[in-house]
């Protein structure tokens, strides 16, 4: 069964900083635009950024740019984000995901959760005021 594991959520002080990661079990993440999404309890699940296949094309939330960086390693096969003066309404369970585009549309990655094919398990981030 493919999967995808995610790493790196904990508490943390608002000002603070986390790294998220995701990695394939079963697959290659290559063919594969790469997003984040968050949820907190009542709400529906929130776009945070996105990376497409070839890195060329990122994309962020409002509410998260010029303080979260996504990136992915080829060589590992990997994608991390990197979230820096983190905020108490930046908490929540959160999920990496995979959308399926291939090589002919290297600099897409996609808004909506419907476009994704494969999700984290999901990994809590909370961070204190």
């Known amino acids: 069964q493919l999967r995808i594991v995610e790493s790196g959520g904990g508490l943390v002080q608002s000002g603070g900083s986390l790294t998220l990661s995701c990695a394939p079990s079963r697959f290659t993440l290559k063919p594969y635009a790469m997003g984040w999404f968050r949820q907190v309890p009542g709400k529906d699940r929130e776009w945070v950024a996105c990376?497409?296949?070839?890195?060329?094309?990122?994309d962020y939330a409002d509410s998260v740019k010029g303080r979260f960086t996504i990136s992915r390693d080829f060589d590992k096969d990997t994608m991390t984000l990197q979230m820096d003066a983190l905020r108490p309404e930046d908490g929540g369970v959160y999920y990496c995901?995979?959308?399926?585009?291939?090589?002919?549309?290297?600099?897409?990655?996609?808004?909506?959760?419907?476009?994704?094919?494969?999700w984290g398990q999901g990994t809590q981030v909370t961070v204190s005021s």
């Open positions: 995901a995979a959308e399926l585009l291939g090589n002919t549309r290297p600099t897409q990655c996609s808004v909506a959760s419907t476009k994704y094919d494969y």
């Open positions: 990376i497409s296949t070839s890195g060329a094309k990122i």
